[in-house]
C-alpha cells in the first residue's frame, strides 16, 4: 500500500507495509462484483454543467435536489470552476494531534479497506471535520493523479475550496454521498468519482470524513458499501474510546470522593471480598495503602450475619449494624447497593469512630482546634489553615496535567505526603508511585538506578538487565526527594529524561519513552545552591515548573491541635490503646511550641505521650521536654506535687533512651537534612546513619 505525504511545499509518495494477513495483489478485484457501474446514467452532461457555472440556469432535466444545492452553494461562494488544483493548505504539523488519533483508531480499518480495494485504482482519503485531508492511501498510479490535483494531507477539502465533491458535500449533508465525473463542480475534478460519508463522534457532532476515490474508469461496484462499513466501525471505536474516558473519570472521580472524606469507606463484592476501602477505612482498620483491598471482609468485621441475611432475603435494602473484630469502637454499618436488574452485587460498608465525650469543662484557648475553618483533608494531608490551603488548591491544580512540579519546604513539613496525594488525586492514580531519595543514591549508581541498564552493561550487572525508577513509574508518578542532594556531576543526566520523557539504560542506545509525571522536592533554596555552582541551572530550570512552597507548621499554629488529636488517636488505635483525647492544658502547650522539626517532631512528640499517658488521656506531664525555641514549660501548677515529680522522672527516662535519637535530630537540622553531611559530622556511615533513622522513627523529607 502506497500513501501520499507532505513534506515542506512538496507531496511525496511512501509504500507501507501492509501487515499480516493482507496480502498484495495487483489488477485482482478482492470482492466479487455484482453488477458494473455505469454512472453515465445518472450525471449530468456536460453542457449542462457549464450553462449553470456561466449563467446559473440549468438546461434540459435538473439533477438531485442535494447536487444542484452544492452547485448554487459553490456558485453563490465564487468557487473558481476552471481547470487547478487545490491551493488552501493547512500547515501538516497542526493537524498532528488529530492525525494522530486517526492513525492509531483506523489502522486495521484501513487495511481491511485497502484489501477490498487493491489493484482497482481507487485509494482511501480520511479527514477531519473541516474536510481537511489528514490521510490519502492506495494503489500508487492512482496516488500520481492525485498528486496533480495537490489532494494530500493539509489539502483544504470543503465545498468552499475545491466546490462539489463527495468529502465537502457530505459533511455539509451530514449524509453519505457520491459525486461522479462532471457532477463536481470543479472541472479539474471531472475525471474522477468518489463516494464518502460523515464521522459523527458519540455526541452526535462531526468528526470527519471517510473517503474512496478514483479515475472515472475505476472499478466503484463496491465503494459505497465499504464506506458505510468503514464509517460504521470507525464511529464504533469512538464510542468504545468516550466509554474507556468515562470510566477512566469515573473512577478517579468516585476514587477522590472516597478519599476525601473522613469516614471510612469499603466496597465488598457478594462474595464477601472488599474490593475497594478508602484511605480513611485503612487507617481504622490499622492497615497499610492498599492492604485492604482483596480480603475477606469477614476478617474484619462481622460480615458473615450481613450476608446470611442477604441470601435469605436478597430484596431486602435495609442496612445493618456490624461488630468489628479490630477496632470494637467503630460504628460499622452494611448498605446493600441494589442494581436495576438481578440480585445485589455490592455492599457499601461505613465505619465511624465513636468519641468519648471529655468532662473537662471547654474554654476559649489559642489555636482551638474547633474554631476557624473547618479541617479538610488532601490525600494523607490534614490542615486548616489557609496557608496551607492555598498550597493544597496549587497542588490539586498541578495534579491534573504532567507539569513537573517542585515541591519546596523545611525538613519535616511532609514533602512525600504531598508527592504522594498529587499522584491519588490526578489521572495517573491508578499508575504506579515511584520514590527516590536522591541523596541516597551513590553517585556511582545514579544512572543504573534512574534509567536501567542492559544485561552485561557492568561487572556484576544482571544477565537480563534492569529497569530503572522512570521506566517503573511508567504511566504513574516519580518522586525525586532531596534532589539538591544529588551530586552536581550526575544532574546532567536528569535534563534529557525531563525534557523528552524518554530514557536510555546504561549501556544501551535505544530511546525509551516513558509517560510519568515529575514531582521533585527539596529542603533546600535551589535559587542559591545555583548562583553558588553547586547546583546546574539548567536542571533548575526544567524542574522549577509548579512550584509549591509548604508552610512550616509554626506559621500555622491553628492545625497543631487539628493534627495532634487525629494522629494521637491513630497512634493509639495502632497501638491498641484506650483513647479519650487531650487535656485543653495540653494542646495549649501544643500550640504554643514553635516546631522547628515541623509535623515529624510533633508525630515524635505525641508517640512518647500515647506510651506514657493513663487513662486515655493526654495530659501536660505526659509531653517530653521540646527542643528548639520556643519550648513550652511545663509548671508545677499544671501538673500537682506528685504529678510533678512522676513528670520529671518520666522525661529523664525518655531523655536517657532518647539521647541518640536527639543528637541525630539536632546533627540533621544543623545540616540542613543532608544525610551524607550528617553522617560525616558523626562519624559513621550513610547506611548506618539510616538504619538508626529507622530505628528512631527519624524522616527526612
Known amino acids: 500500500m502506497y500513501t501520499l505525504q507532505r513534506t515542506g511545499e512538496l507531496f511525496e509518495i511512501r509504500e507501507e507495509a501492509l501487515g499480516a494477513g493482507v496480502e498484495k495483489r495487483k489488477g485482482q478485484a478482492l470482492w466479487r462484483e455484482g453488477s ?63 492525525a494522530s488519533h486517526l492513525r492509531e483508531l483506523t489502522r486495521d480499518i484501513e487495511k481491511k479497506t485497502y484489501k477490498a480495494i487493491q489493484g482497482k485504482n481507487l485509494l482511501i482519503t480520511m479527514t477531519d471535520a473541516k474536510g481537511r485531508v489528514v490521510r490519502t492511501c492506495g494503489d500508487r498510479e492512482t496516488l500520481l493523479e492525485a498528486e496533480k490535483l495537490n489532494f494530500g494531507p493539509g489539502a483544504n477539502w470543503a465545498e468552499s475550496s475545491v466546490g462539489t465533491n463527495a468529502i465537502g458535500t457530505a459533511l455539509i449533508a451530514g449524509r453519505p454521498v457520491q459525486i461522479y465525473g462532471e457532477e463536481h463542480y470543479c472541472r479539474s475534478h471531472h475525471a474522477w468519482n468518489c463516494c464518502a460519508a460523515p464521522v459523527f463522534d458519540p455526541h452526535g457532532n462531526l468528526w470527519g470524513a471517510f473517503d474512496i476515490s478514483g479515475p472515472v474508469s475505476s472499478d466503484f461496484s463496491q465503494t459505497f458499501p465499504l464506506v458505510l462499513s468503514a464509517t460504521r466501525e470507525i464511529e464504533r471505536l469512538l464510542f468504545g474510546t468516550y466509554l474507556a474516558d468515562v470510566e477512566i473519570k469515573s473512577r478517579s472521580l468516585v476514587s ?87 440480585p445485589v452485587k455490592h455492599t457499601i460498608v461505613t ?150 520523557r524518554s530514557v536510555v539504560r546504561l549501556g544501551g542506545s535505544q530511546a525509551r519513552p516513558v509517560d510519568v509525571k515529575v514531582v521533585v522536592a527539596t529542603n533546600r533554596d535551589l535559587a542559591e545552591l545555583v548562583a553558588k555552582g553547586s547546583f546546574r541551572a539548567d536542571l533548575y530550570y526544567r524542574i522549577n515548573v509548579v512550584r509549591i512552597d509548604i508552610p512550616p507548621l509554626r506559621q500555622r499554629p491553628q492545625d497543631v491541635p487539628l493534627l ?51 487513662e486515655g488521656i493526654i495530659r501536660p506531664e505526659h509531653l517530653p521536654s521540646l527542643p528548639g525555641g520556643g519550648q513550652p514549660s511545663l509548671p508545677d501548677a499544671a501538673r500537682g506535687g506528685e504529678a510533678a515529680r512522676g513528670g520529671e522522672a518520666a522525661g529523664t527516662a525518655f531523655k536517657l533512651e532518647n539521647v541518640a535519637a536527639e543528637t541525630i535530630r539536632e546533627a540533621l537540622s544543623h545540616h540542613g537534612g543532608n544525610v551524607s553531611h550528617t553522617a560525616r559530622a558523626l562519624g559513621i556511615g550513610r547506611n548506618t546513619l539510616y538504619a538508626k533513622m529507622r530505628k528512631y522513627g527519624i524522616y527526612s523529607y
Open 351 to 500: 465505619l465511624v469512630e465513636s468519641h468519648a465525650v471529655h468532662p473537662t469543662p471547654r474554654r476559649e484557648r489559642p489555636g482551638d482546634q474547633d474554631s476557624g475553618p473547618a479541617a479538610r483533608q488532601f490525600g494523607g494531608v490534614l490542615y486548616r489553615a489557609p496557608a496551607m490551603g492555598q498550597a493544597v488548591q496549587r497542588a490539586r491544580q498541578a495534579a491534573q496535567t504532567p507539569s513537573t512540579v517542585l515541591l519546596c519546604g523545611e525538613t519535616g513539613t511532609g514533602k512525600e505526603l504531598f508527592a504522594r496525594a498529587i499522584h491519588e488525586a490526578g489521572p495517573r492514580a491508578a499508575g504506579p508511585f515511584v520514590a527516590v531519595n536522591c541523596g541516597a543514591l551513590p553517585k556511582e549508581l545514579v544512572q543504573s538506578e534512574l534509567f536501567g541498564y542492559r544485561g552485561g552493561a557492568f561487572t556484576g550487572a544482571v544477565n537480563k538487565g534492569r529497569t530503572g525508577k522512570f521506566e517503573e513509574a511508567d504511566k504513574g508518578t516519580l518522586f525525586l526527594d532531596e534532589i539538591s542532594e544529588m551530586p552536581l556531576e550526575m544532574q546532567v543526566n536528569l535534563l534529557r529524561p525531563l525534557e523528552e
Open 256 to 342: 477522590a470522593v472516597f478519599d476525601a472524606v473522613l469516614t471510612g469507606v469499603m466496597t465488598v463484592d457478594e462474595c464477601g471480598r472488599i474490593t475497594h476501602a478508602n484511605q480513611a477505612a485503612e487507617a481504622l482498620l490499622g492497615q497499610e495503602a492498599g492492604g485492604l483491598r482483596g480480603q475477606r471482609a469477614d476478617a474484619y468485621l462481622g460480615f458473615g450475619r450481613y450476608l446470611a441475611r442477604q441470601k435469605e432475603d436478597p430484596a431486602c435494602a435495609e442496612p445493618m449494624t456490624l461488630s468489628c473484630q479490630v477496632n470494637p469502637r467503630l460504628t460499622v454499618r452494611a448498605s446493600p447497593v441494589h442494581a436495576f436488574v438481578g
Open 36 to 98: 458494473s457501474w455505469a454512472p453515465a446514467a445518472r450525471r449530468p452532461l456536460y453542457d449542462q454543467w457549464k450553462s449553470f457555472v456561466e449563467t446559473g440556469q440549468m438546461r434540459g432535466p435538473k439533477p438531485g435536489a442535494l447536487l444542484l444545492d452544492s452547485w448554487k452553494r459553490c456558485r453563490d461562494m465564487a468557487v473558481d470552476p476552471s481547470p487547478r488544483s487545490c491551493w488552501d493548505f493547512t500547515p501538516v504539523a497542526q493537524l498532528e494531534p488529530f
Open 564 to 614: 495532634a488529636e487525629h494522629h494521637a488517636r491513630r497512634l493509639c488505635r495502632e497501638f491498641r490503646l484506650p483513647y479519650a483525647g487531650i487535656d485543653p492544658a495540653a494542646l495549649e502547650l501544643l500550640a504554643g511550641h514553635s516546631w522547628p522539626g515541623n509535623v515529624r517532631e510533633l508525630l515524635n512528640c505525641l508517640e512518647y505521650a500515647v506510651n506514657v499517658m493513663e
